[in-house]
């Protein structure tokens, strides 16, 4: 089993009696040009637990690309689920936010809804899973990730101690998609911008390496592009030797692969044995399919 830092099941695991909430957009706003932030609300949200912020929850979509809003289209088929990640919730205002990233012509059934949707609108949301934490007692900090790991890693930023020292390295597909971020003075925060995400899996590890480390036991924290990730993980693992208990690393989406067949590819990269990685393959194709047939 290749195995290396803490095990991110967000993907590869079902969840376990999805507790599947209706949930309502409030409004829907504009973060940066590539970046949407959807606020929801809804009475749904009455139970929903407190410090969650860096968990993830599951949107569901149907086959054919469309948001699901209530519970009853869930009993009657196969659904497709899109993960994210909650960016802030109010318990008193009764307001989740999730940012999602928008990738243009890319955009598959969450993007695309999140790039249209109005407030009234209402999704089914499962979650939330455990929070992504870092750990706050290590010497130093080294965070990392893209648009898709980015609301992560700023609820990662906004909990750190004052104290805090080290580096937050984020890739964003333009210079206006830098966002301002609640961060500790300790906390260096530099900007990869690329233009192609995906198509460069170099770009984020090119500034990592150019990082000077500090002295002790960082802890790091990656969340990006598959590609990326295996890079990104490779030379932390070979050329920094830290620790599996040291770091959080995974891959959150994958360049030309839909989210079906990314966790066909987080899978094998776990060492699923061959022949249930071609069924999975299978599975993923055939819910391709039907996407692009809509
Ligand atoms: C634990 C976890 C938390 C996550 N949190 C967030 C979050 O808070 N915000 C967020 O934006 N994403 C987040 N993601 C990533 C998100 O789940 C994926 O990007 C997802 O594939 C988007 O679904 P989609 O329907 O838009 O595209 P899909 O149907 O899955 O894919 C369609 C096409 O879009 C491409 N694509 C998918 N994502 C991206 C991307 N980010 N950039 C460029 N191209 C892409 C695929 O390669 C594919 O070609 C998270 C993932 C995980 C595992």
Partial sequence: MLV??????SLIEPMSKPNYRVIVVKDSVKVTPNMQRVTFTGDDLADFPENYESGYVKLL???QGQAIGDKEQVEKGKYLRRTYTVRAFNREASELAIDFSLHGSKNGPAATWANSTKSGDTILMGGPGPTKLVDNQADWFLLAGDMSGLPALACNLEQLPENAQGYAVIEVASEADKQDLKAPAGMLIKWVVNEKPGENPEALMEEIKALSWKAGTPYVWVACEFGAMKNIRDYLKNSRGIESENIYISS????????EEHKVDKRIDAGAPPFIQ????????????????K
């Fill in 252 to 259: 959150y989406w994958k360049f030309d692969r839909t989210e």
């Fill in 61 to 63: 979509f149907s086959q």
């Fill in 4 to 9: 290396f830092g803490q095990v991110d099941f």
């Fill in 278 to 293: 071609v069924l999975w393959d299978i599975k993923a194709k055939c819910q391709k399919l039907l996407l692009l047939k």
